[in-house]
């Protein structure tokens, strides 16, 4: 691998991030939609709404990791996906405003019809945006997208056979991952009934997840040739062969009601997919741009490695404790008692052993970007660290010193920020 | 005031520079997008601000009005400022 490939590389671990976690949220919204009526559909909506809530929004989180270093790191490609595509791109956007939006206004509703109005433009904007972006996916894919400003069809870019073939693909497999996190939830809260409706359906998505990506291999053979042929017998086919077991392995769990293990393949089949479609497809970019002639200069590339490496200290440690506490149970019931969980300083993990990690990791990144390297950006990042020090050191301090008194809704207020 | 003060620091940061998007660099006529469909695009999110301004007010009444339990005064619509 070249020094030009690695930000692509990472871009595309976030992508598969995004697919896996950003995916089960869009799935979620799947499911609000079609619930239907009646109180076992209201049900069904409940829960899918708590299950999201304590990682609302954290999963774009991907998505803007994704686009910030393709453009830092790849300016040609991005500005040629960003001006071909705009239209899908725009509204994957649209969708991501309304959902967001959405699911805030929920809060405010008073009667069942007002919730089941602002679910629906939930559900609805949960199952446009993957598409949309799948559609965008499938431009690039079938080489749809050449060096310009626009350099390809508005329209036939995105609204073509591939890019139709991966917006339902994106669908399918969100509600997939969606139904296979939702079932496994549902069966730790203890609702035995409301994890096999869930179960029953991961395995008919599940299955039709598998069918569209299939079909997706019939219509690359004659729409994206290049790349079928790679998947079908190059780089890409183990990837695809991992996919296709991870994908048998999870119905085959969910059939023994497995949900932990399931949550697992699940994500591993899904994320296969991109790895395929990645190896397939290089050393092209776009149509008539491979990777290395899309990358900026050596200098931004070893700049943003550094930057993803940096930001991954910080990061990582978040989100490990975020979804340990949200698969720890710890989170989520607050949001539909209205009071914070309760023994809250007393689960299985110290709130101030995992803040006094971060606090070190800070400190080590500080230390080193203010100390070790020279340039500017650096040093920018090395003081963002030493503030991320102080406040996770005060944090770190503040979890030691009055677990006592404060815990239970103090500890849960400020972990749920 | 902040907000103004910040808002308004801006502007003349992003006008001042102008006909440069990076000075000296690049033009902001090269560095449009070529896509076409702006006026339709803006107007598109236009829409969307100003619907969710509008969902936000009236959230933040709702919940001013009833901030811990909301489902207790479903059909109420009068509106009481503090």
Same mark, same amino acid.
Do not use: C, K
């Given at each position: 691998m070249h020094l030009y490939d690695m930000p692509l590389a990472f871009a595309l671990v976030g992508l598969a991030l995004y697919v896996v976690l950003g995916g089960a949220d869009f799935g979620a919204g799947f499911w609000q939609l079609v619930a239907g009526r009646g109180e076992r559909a209201k049900e069904i909506r409940d829960h899918a709404h708590h299950s999201m809530a304590p990682v609302w929004e954290a999963n774009h989180v991907w998505l803007i990791f994704v686009l910030t270093v393709v453009w830092t790191a790849y300016p040609a490609? $991005?500005?040629?996906?960003? @001006?071909?595509?705009?239209?899908?791109?725009?509204?994957? +956007?649209?969708?991501?405003?309304?959902?967001?939006?959405?699911?805030?206004?929920?809060?405010?509703?008073?009667t069942l019809g007002e919730q089941r109005r602002v679910d629906t433009v939930f559900a609805v904007s949960s199952v446009l945006t993957p598409f949309a972006l799948g559609t965008a996916i499938g431009g690039i894919a079938s080489g749809r997208v050449h060096v310009g400003n626009p350099g390809g069809s508005l329209t036939s870019s995105w609204l073509n056979p591939t890019s139709i073939t991966i917006g339902l693909l994106a669908v399918a497999s969100a509600a997939y991952m969606a139904a296979v996190f939702?079932? +496994?939830?549902?069966?730790?809260?203890?609702?035995?009934?409301?994890?096999?409706? $869930?179960?029953?359906? /991961?395995?008919?998505? +599940?299955?039709?997840?598998?069918?569209?990506? *299939?079909? +997706?291999?019939v219509v690359l053979r004659f729409d994206a040739h290049r790349l079928f042929a790679h998947l079908t017998q190059g780089a890409g086919l183990p990837p695809l062969v991992v996919s296709?077991? &991870?994908?048998?392995?999870?119905?085959?769990?969910?059939?023994?009601?497995?949900?932990?293990?399931?949550?697992?393949?699940?994500?591993?089949?899904?994320?296969?997919t991109i790895a395929g479609w990645a190896l397939a497809q290089q050393p092209v970019f776009l149509r008539d741009l491979t990777v290395k002639q899309a990358a900026a200069g050596h200098d931004t590339q070893v700049a943003i490695i550094v930057a993803i490496l940096g930001g991954g200290v910080i990061l990582f440690p978040s989100l490990g404790l975020l979804f340990r506490l949200t698969l720890g149970g710890r989170l989520g019931q607050s949001s539909s008692t209205g009071v914070g969980p309760t023994g809250g300083g007393k689960g299985p993990l110290a709130p101030s &052993?995992? @803040? !006094?990690?971060?606090? /070190?990791? @800070?400190?080590?990144?500080? #230390?080193? $970007?203010?100390?070790?390297?020279?340039?500017?950006? /650096?040093?920018?990042?090395?003081?963002?660290? $030493?503030?991320?020090?102080?406040?996770?050191?005060?944090?770190? *301090?503040?979890?030691?010193?009055?677990?006592?008194?404060?815990?239970?809704?103090? %500890?849960?207020? %400020?972990?749920?920020? | 005031m902040s907000v103004i003060a910040l808002l308004a620091g801006w502007i003349v940061t992003e006008v001042g520079r102008q006909p440069w998007v990076v000075y000296r660099v690049m033009r902001t006529t090269d560095a449009?997008?070529?896509?076409?469909?702006?006026?339709?695009?803006?107007?598109?999110? /236009? !829409?969307?601000?100003?619907?969710?301004?509008? @969902?936000?007010?009236? #959230?933040?009444?709702?919940?001013q009005r009833a901030p811990l339990d909301h489902h207790a005064s479903p059909e109420q619509t009068a509106v009481e400022p503090a």
């Open positions: 490609a $991005f500005g040629s996906i960003a @001006s071909t595509l705009s239209i899908p791109l725009f509204i994957a +956007g649209i969708g991501i405003v309304l959902r967001g939006g959405a699911y805030a206004l929920r809060a405010g509703t008073a939702l079932s +496994g939830d549902a069966e730790r809260h203890g609702n035995r009934q409301l994890a096999e409706r $869930f179960r029953a359906r /991961a395995l008919g998505a +599940g299955v039709a997840a598998g069918a569209v990506a *299939v079909a +997706g291999i296709l077991l &991870a994908g048998v392995a999870t119905l085959a769990l969910l059939w023994r009601r497995r949900y932990e293990p399931a949550r697992y393949t699940a994500a591993l089949a899904v994320a296969s &052993a995992r @803040s !006094a990690r971060v606090t /070190a990791a @800070s400190l080590l990144a500080g #230390v080193g $970007f203010l100390t070790v390297a020279d340039a500017g950006w /650096a040093h920018a990042i090395g003081v963002a660290s $030493f503030f991320s020090f102080l406040a996770f050191g005060y944090r770190a *301090v503040l979890d030691g010193d009055i677990l006592e008194p404060l815990a239970p809704t103090q %500890d849960g207020r %400020d972990v749920r920020r | 449009v997008t070529g896509a076409g469909g702006i006026p339709v695009g803006y107007a598109t999110l /236009a !829409a969307v601000y100003l619907a969710l301004a509008v @969902s936000v007010g009236w #959230v933040l009444r709702r919940l």
